[in-house]
Every structure is written in C-alpha cells, then in structure tokens.
C-alpha cells in the first residue's frame, strides 16, 4: 500500500505532471489553514521543484512527492523559526542533508510544520505561533512535537512528512493522529541541518499515511554523512516487502508497558493487535523492561541538560531577536533576548538542565541519569541478544489524543505522554508506531521496537501488522 | 519541595534568562513538580552497567583540511548585527562580573 510509490511512478512515466501534483497539493493547503498545522508554504516554490521534476530526465523514486518538513529542519529558501518567537525572521545558510537528498530524489519540500517550540513538547500547544488542531476533533491535541506533519499527513494533505524525535515526538503524534511514524536508530539519519535539542537523542524522523511511504521516505534520506560524525557507517535502509507471516518471529509485550491503568481503548486495540501477530504465526510473550517505569525522568534530565547547552547560541548576538529592555551590559542583553523570546516550556527545561548540571546538583541527577540511561539500554540489549526476542511490541501512548489544555497546567502529565517512547530514544532503537483502531473516533497506534539498525526488518513486520489490522475500525 | 525559590533564580540566572517577577512563583512551582518527579531516580540501585553512548563505536576523524563551506548567505544576513567579521552588541557596560 504505497500512494506514494503510485503518484512517483506516474510523474515518471509522464502520466501525472509534477506540477499538477503542485498546484493540486497548494489547494489543500489553503482548505486545511484552519488546522494551523504549516509555519511556512510557498505556492511558487513548490511550483518550482515540480518544474525541476517534470523537465529532469531522470526520475528519482519521490519525483513529485510532496513531503512536509518539520520547521526545525533548515533550507536555505523558507524561513525556519523552530516554532519560536527568537527565531522570528531567520534564514539558513545551509540545507539539512535530509533536504538534499529528499530534493535529489524529486520531492516537493516546500512545507514548513508547525511544532512545539524547539520540538520541546508532546501537543504542539507549545507552539509560538498557536497550537495545531487535530485532524478529527479540533478541540483535541494532534501529539508533538511533530503535530503539524503528523496533522498534515492525517489531513491527506502530504503522503509524508519528516519530523524529529528526542523522546517520542513522531510516533506519539503519529499515534494520536492515526498515521505512521518511524524512529530510526540513532545515527541512521543524518542530524546536520536539524536544529539542536538533545544532541544524544535527536533522530529526524518519517511519517507517512502507509508503513510503505514512511518507508520510502526513510530510505531515501538514512545513510552515512561525513557531515555528520554521529552516523553509523551504513548505506540506506533498505526497502523490504512486508511479510507474508511472522512464523519463526518471536515478539515480546514488556508487562510495564500494560499497567492496569492504561486506557481501555488503547488496551482493546493492543488485544486485537496481538493476536493478528498470533495469527500471523509470530511466537509472543510476556517480557520484562524493568527500568520502563524510570524512563520519563531518566530523559527529563539528560534532554534538558543536552538543551540548556544546544539553547545557549541564542543570546541575541549571533542569532535571535535581539531585545535590551533596559539593559545596561552584554549578560543583560542575553538575559532579556532570551528571557522574551523564549516561551515558558522552553525557559523551564533550559533552567532545568542547567540545574541538573550545576555544581551540588551534577551527581545527584546527571550522572545518576546516565547510568540509569546505561540500565535502560541494558534492558533492551539483554531482550534482544540473550532472550531470542526479535521485536518488542507495545502500545504507543497510554492515552488517545486528550482535549487541549488539559495538560499544560502539569507539565509532568505532559510528559508522561511519552512513557511508552522515551525508552527507544534513549537506547538509540528503532521503532514505528501504525494505527491499530480507533476508540470513540479517536487512533489508537501500536508500537513495534526492533534492534539497533534492524529498521529494515521492523518495517517488514510493522508491514505483514498493518495488512491485517483495520486501522480505520473501531476497537471500543 | 525539593527545590528552593533561591536555587531556581540561580540557575535562570546560570542559564542567562530574564524571569520576570510576576512568572517566579510559577517557575518555581513548576521546577519543584519536575525535580521531585526525577529524584525518583535516586531510589534507582546502581549496577555495573557501561554509560550508554548512542551512535558509531568510534568517532570517524575527518582529512585535516580546511574546506570551505558553501553557504547561501553570509553571517551578517543571519545576525542581529554584524562589521567586518565580528559579532557587534550594543555598546553598553561591561560585562557582567557573576
């Protein structure tokens, strides 16, 4: 199931014009405004690279293919503002490596998304420039950080978007709005052109409205850059057929992530899930990630550590809006660019990880969060290398998209959102969420976590998965 | 709660952020929701496992050689402001001793 294999073929073949594809996806545009789910898109621009497309005589695998871009993935052409006040106005320099190789193989990118301020966030409420509405029920939250491309993607605007994790910010918003979200392994995609957050989390990611199309995106931008010192030395993932079965294919449900309390409609949708993996043939048991439960706090300190020092380059010197309310010396000018420009969220996990890494405090919560991160990753590793586990699966969030505002007042809540995420991120795994039903209405995503550089396989799985599992079909 | 109006003041400070008077009490009340939830990890017994570093075993060194990076526009169109190769701020005191 690939729209995006079909419109590539048929701009290839001359059947489609990219820049009927252009101007077709201009016009959803304009009629889905309303979701607030774009920062930046230009009609001429997209126009353009459709032009490029229709009059190149080679045809890449994405030629005409519209694929959003999260706003904190730089291009030299659009502005980028991560969502933020301070950037307001600013211009790369540069292209991101993904845009590059998105461009080469003729996408359509000029899509900016909206998103939590410095992808800081798990509703897109964060946003400086106003929340993104969910794509089914406008007073609810699409996920985030990546609300925007996920609300896009659901919207049927763009077949795929590319977003970016640090804790779970695709495939929680790929959840809640009822699409696909693929985090590669850390280092699977280059991270040059990505704006900085958690710079040992960080993982630009795919979504896409099939396993296949976020797929095909994935492979298109994963791959080794010299630009990029933290890449794993590998080509692209690789594109595999989805399995006809999963005999021989042992799947593990770690027993923390199916607490007593998880939302009847999600544990309705995990049921059903499993057993199509049953019924496919896969072997499936209960496993254990013991330190799941410490997951959320484990990454509430390293990616706010990893942010107060990435967030120090914008001070108003060398970017940012620049403001002085008064100042009377240069700390004073950082203080008001950054105490103006930046909104609460963002100021709360900047003062945090500074914090944490402050002296008297360093050992109690850094340290002991990497060793705990050392524990996490140690789960993981012992399921997979000495316990015959192939994949893990489980559900994505603990909740479907909940009611905007009804979190922001706990930023806690908030962040439990991203209990069943954070673990793949901070043991650098890669992981898809794919719808597996809907209760009252709202997606319900099922996650499946696979070993280090195994995106290939997974997609397979998640492929042979979704075959059989209405996503569209009510659970509950 | 864990965390005293003081401490979080000091690292706003620390961390070169401006709070106005009006938002402390609510920074504070937030940082103290986010500390006490993350020193859970304190009852977390320590083991002997590696500290967990994501990405390639070793990092891959680059030719030794200074290339030049084409850029679309150079830095004074992205800075606030810019003279002959440097980063220009606003002529003001000095800075700041803390």
Known sequence: MSAIRDLAAAVADGTRPA?????????????????????DWSAELLEAQAGAVDE??????????????????????????????LLEGYRSPYNATVVERLRAAGALTAIKTNLDEFAMGSSTEHSAFGRVLHPTDPDRVPGGSSGGSAALVAAGVVPAALGSETGGSVRQPASFCGVVGIKPSYGRVSRFGLVAFGSSLDCISALGATVEDAARVLHVISGADPRDATTLAAGPVELLPPRQDLRGVTIGLPRECFPPDLDPGVRAGCDRAIAAL??????????????????????????????????ARYDG???????????????????????????????????????????GYYDAYYAKAQRVRGLIAEDYRRLFQDDGVDYLFTPTTPTVAFRAGERTADPVAMYLADIFTVGACLAGLPAVSLPIGRSNGLPVGGQLVGPVMREAELLAVAGALEAIVPGADEVR | MSVKREEVLRAAQLAEIAVPPEDVDQLVADMARIVDYVSQLGSVPDAAVDRFVPGPPKTPLRRDAVDPIPLARPPEATAPEYVDGFFVVPKLGAMGGE
């Open chain 1, 56 to 85: 190149s005589a080679t045809k890449g695998s994405l030629a005409g293919v519209p694929v959003a871009l999260k706003d904190n993935i730089v291009t030299t052409d659009q502005p980028v503002t991560c969502g933020s006040r």
């Open chain 1, 19 to 39: 820049r009927s594809v252009a101007a077709e996806t201009a016009r959803a545009l304009e009629r889905t405004g309303g979701l607030n789910a774009t920062l």
């Open chain 1, 317 to 359: 010197v060398r970017y940012g809006q620049r403001r002085l309310d008064g100042a009377v010396d240069v700390r004073g000018l950082y203080r008001a660019t950054r105490g103006a420009g930046f909104g609460a969220e963002v100021k709360r996990r900047i003062v945090i990880g500074t914090y944490v890494l402050s002296s």
């Open chain 1, 278 to 311: 049953r019924e496919l043939g896969a072997e499936v048991r209960e496993v254990s990630l013991t330190h799941t439960g410490y997951g959320v706090a484990t990454y509430y300190v390293i990616a706010p550590a990893e942010a107060s020092a990435n967030l």
